[in-house]
C-alpha cells in the first residue's frame, strides 16, 4: 500500500526567505508524485507532478521539487517566499492506479 | 475548457437529518469521480470514487453513501447525519484509468449542530 508523510504540521517564514517543505512517501515501484496547494476554504490546485525523467520538477508559482528514489523524499522548495503563499500544501502519491493518497497537509505561515 | 461545479458553498445541518451534496464536470468524459472529507488538520480522506456511472467504490464505512446516476454527476447523501460528519468536503475528477492530475471542485462546508 502507498502512503505519505508530511512530517511537519506547521512551518513558519518570513517573507522573502526560503522554503522547503517535506515529503516521504511509501511505494513499492517508482510512484507518481505530486505537490498540491489549498487556499483557505477553497479546493486543492496542483503545483506540480513528478512521473519520470529529470527528478527536479518546476510548477506553478516560482515552486520546485526534487525527487530523492534513495530518501524516498519529494520535497518541495521555493527560494523566496511571498505572503501569498501562505496556503495548506499537500504532498499525493499514487502507483500508477487512479486513487492517490495525501498526506495531511502542512500549513505554511508567511510572516511579513 | 473542463469546469467542476460543487454546490452549496456552505450548510448548516441538524443531527438526523438528510444529506445531498452535488457535484458536476463539464468539458470532459468519463472522468474518475471522487469524494474527500477534510477534517482539521486531518488532511484529505477519500470517502468514495467511481470509475463509470452506477460504479461507486467506497473507502470508509460510514453512514455516508454516494451515487453516479450520469457519466459526469457525483452525489454525496445521507439519511440521517451525525455530528462527525461535519468537516470540509470536496468533490474531484481526473482523467479516465489516470489520477495524473486532480481537478478539485471549491468544497462545501458542513456543519452538523
Known amino acids: 500500500a502507498q502512503s505519505v508523510t508530511q512530517p511537519d504540521i506547521h512551518i513558519t517564514v518570513s517573507e522573502g526567505a526560503s522554503l522547503e517543505l517535506r515529503c516521504n512517501y511509501s511505494y513499492g515501484a517508482t510512484p507518481y508524485l505530486f505537490w498540491y496547494v489549498q487556499s483557505p476554504g477553497q479546493g486543492l490546485q496542483l503545483l506540480l507532478k513528478y512521473f519520470s525523467g529529470d527528478t527536479l520538477v518546476q510548477g506553478i508559482k516560482g515552486f520546485e521539487a526534487e525527487f530523492k528514489r534513495s530518501q524516498s523524499s519529494f520535497n518541495l522548495r521555493k527560494p523566496s517566499v511571498h505572503w501569498s503563499d501562505a496556503a495548506e500544501y499537500f504532498c499525493a502519491v499514487t502507483g500508477g492506479s487512479y486513487i492517490p493518497t495525501f498526506g495531511r497537509g502542512t500549513s505554511l505561515i508567511v510572516h511579513p | 475548457s473542463q469546469t467542476i461545479h460543487q454546490w452549496p458553498a456552505t450548510l448548516v445541518q441538524p443531527v438526523g437529518s438528510p444529506l445531498s451534496l452535488e457535484c458536476t464536470v463539464e468539458?470532459?468524459?468519463?472522468?474518475?469521480l471522487y469524494w474527500y472529507r477534510q477534517a482539521a488538520g486531518r488532511g484529505l480522506q477519500l470517502l468514495f470514487y467511481s470509475v463509470g456511472i452506477g460504479q461507486i467504490s467506497s473507502e470508509v464505512p460510514q453512514n455516508l453513501s454516494a451515487s453516479r446516476p450520469q457519466d459526469r454527476q457525483f452525489i454525496l447523501s445521507s439519511k440521517k447525519l451525525l455530528l462527525s460528519d461535519s468537516g470540509f468536503y470536496l468533490c474531484a475528477w481526473s482523467p479516465r484509468r489516470t489520477a495524473e492530475k486532480l481537478f478539485f471542485g471549491s468544497g462545501t462546508q458542513l456543519s452538523v449542530l
Open positions: 468539458g470532459t468524459s468519463n472522468p474518475n
